[in-house]
């Protein structure tokens, strides 16, 4: 079982599931308007029901690190550019705009996920996301939003289809050779996801010869190329395609940040956790490499955010809402770091 150099030490969370397409969404301030454009949820339906075609992988050798990659290290990771209220060339361009483009997930139950009730996009995400887009443009901020799958974050802040992605992303060394992140604003660690009746009991040669379902692009996936316990690995677009195929009995678990396994279980009763976490992992906001003043403006808006973990701080007020019936021993945000 393979830990990160920083421990376990900071892992305090437990908790989501998410559309094969890129659809458009847009929100003035809290409020979400009418999705823009034609095929505003073309490929992303709301139900999720459908699975997509699921991908074999053969893993081979990982990507061989750049000069600028190999300064970051398991321990350095979490770190970012300090914070500030300045603006500079990313932010203008948004209130240039006048509109803050977010990548967010919109089947990611507590995270962000579209209510089925109301037609509006909701979690702790999509809430951290509005209060970004208010500290930029204002208290009637518009925020459009994007369902961006897994494997697309990446390329979507590239060629800046969005201005940042908000979208339980693990911030690790190999991404921010392709993105800037901002500090973590919540700990996560990889955890198996299985039937309550199934033998498998953790990230561990239980696997062997099951079927184990990860996102592509995920850090799930990053997992089980390093090792994966005598398992058959397949791809799937994202995580809560995963739990579809757990639910057709086409895969037998899931590897996947426990975050977003414990919401999960908690839409499904017959899936557990299994086992425990393997991985420290930290998420973050991703901007592209050179909006570095918009990474310093979003960690000044995450120090307000967390509010030094009082209490009644907009950190702990999202956490209530929608995270703490499924991890209840979270005591309050993690703290910052800072490589400069």
């Keep these: 079982m393979r830990m990160r150099a920083r421990g376990l030490m900071n892992l305090r969370a437990v908790l989501a599931p998410v559309a094969s397409g890129m659809s458009v969404m847009a929100a003035a301030a809290a409020v979400l308007v009418p999705t823009l454009g034609s095929d505003a949820d073309d490929g992303a339906g709301r ?28 321990r350095t990771a979490a770190e970012s550019l300090r914070p500030s209220s300045g603006e500079g060339t990313a932010v203008a361009r948004i209130k240039e705009k006048g509109q803050l483009v977010v990548g967010v997930d919109q089947n990611t139950y507590r995270w962000g996920y579209r209510n089925p009730a109301t037609g509006k996009l909701e979690g702790f995400d999509i809430d951290l996301a509005r209060a970004i887009a208010e500290d930029i443009l ?95 690995v397949l791809t799937v677009p994202n995580q809560l395609d995963c739990l579809v195929r757990l639910q057709l009995g086409q895969a037998d678990a899931v590897v996947t940040d426990n975050a977003l396994a414990a919401a999960q279980a908690a839409q499904d009763p017959t899936v557990q956790l299994k086992g425990k976490p393997f991985t420290d992992e930290s998420y973050g906001v991703a901007m592209n490499k050179d909006d570095t003043d918009l ?15 009082a209490a009644g701080s907009p950190w702990m007020q999202a956490y209530r809402k929608w995270l703490r019936a499924d991890m209840p021993e979270i005591s309050g945000p993690p703290s910052p770091e800072y490589s400069d």
């Excluded at 808006?301 to 973990?309: A, I, K, P, Q």
């Design 295 to 309: 990474v310093r403006r979003v960690n000044k808006v995450l120090d307000d955010y967390r509010g030094g973990g």
């Design 138 to 232: 204002g208290p009637d901020a518009k925020v459009v939003f994007k369902a961006v799958p897994t494997n697309q974050r990446i390329p979507a802040l590239q060629k800046r289809a969005v201005d940042m992605v908000v979208r339980t992303m693990t911030i690790n060394c190999a991404r921010k050779q392709q993105v800037a992140f901002s500090t973590s604003y919540f700990q996560a660690g990889q955890q198996v996801l299985a039937p309550k009746s199934s033998a498998i009991k953790a990230f561990d040669d239980s696997l062997r010869g099951k079927r184990v379902c990860t996102a592509a692009g995920s850090t799930g996936e990053a997992e089980l190329t390093a090792q994966r316990h005598g398992a058959e």
């Design 47 to 74: 139900g999720g029901a459908s699975a997509p075609p699921a991908t074999h992988r053969t893993y081979g050798p990982g990507v061989a690190a750049t000069p600028t990659a190999a300064r970051c290290t398991e």
